[in-house]
């Protein structure tokens, strides 16, 4: 599928974005995995199933950095699961935080900042697919704009 300059350059950012969503879950994984959560407290987990953070960081960095990851190199590689994908990671961010403001019942500046990130990549594969064109203009697939 040919698409026009500017689906060019939102194709270029989502993969910025999913590449950054892998980075920080990779980083986040360590913090919490290896660094014993980096100076969480460990009451923060009370009541829930987790008695240390190497269970929730290895959920973080494997199925939310490695979906977003997957998507980042799908998109480049212009495989045809690629925005499959990237929904998929768009929609793990944001439950990854609604489940942990759900779990942890503690806020965080970076929670909003996260869902945000999710619902931007969402944002961004629908424009790709066309299904926004009103909110982004000229991301229609040229072959279809040709076409009509």
């Known amino acids: 599928m040919k698409f026009s300059v500017s689906a060019v350059l939102v194709r270029g950012f989502l993969i910025g974005l999913l590449m950054f969503g892998a980075v920080s879950s990779f980083a986040g994984m360590i913090l919490l995995s290896v660094a014993n959560g980096g100076g969480i407290p460990l009451a923060y987990l009370d009541g829930t199933p987790f008695s240390s953070y190497v269970v929730p960081?290895?959920?973080?960095?494997?199925?939310?950095?490695?979906?977003?990851?997957?998507?980042?190199?799908?998109?480049?590689?212009?495989?045809?699961?690629?925005?499959?994908?990237a929904v998929v990671a768009g929609f793990g961010m944001m439950i990854w935080i609604f489940v942990e403001i759900a779990v942890i019942r503690q806020y965080s500046d970076l929670q909003p900042v996260y869902f945000a990130l999710g619902a931007?990549?969402?944002?961004?594969?629908?424009?790709?697919?066309?299904?926004?064109?009103?909110?982004?203009?000229?991301?229609?697939?040229a072959r279809e704009r040709v076409s009509r």
């Open 57 to 85: 960081g290895l959920v973080l960095g494997v199925i939310g950095g490695g979906t977003q990851l997957l998507a980042a190199v799908g998109l480049l590689r212009r495989n045809s699961w690629a925005l499959i994908a």
């Open 120 to 141: 931007l990549e969402l944002i961004l594969v629908y424009a790709l697919l066309g299904l926004a064109p009103r909110m982004v203009r000229g991301l229609t697939p």
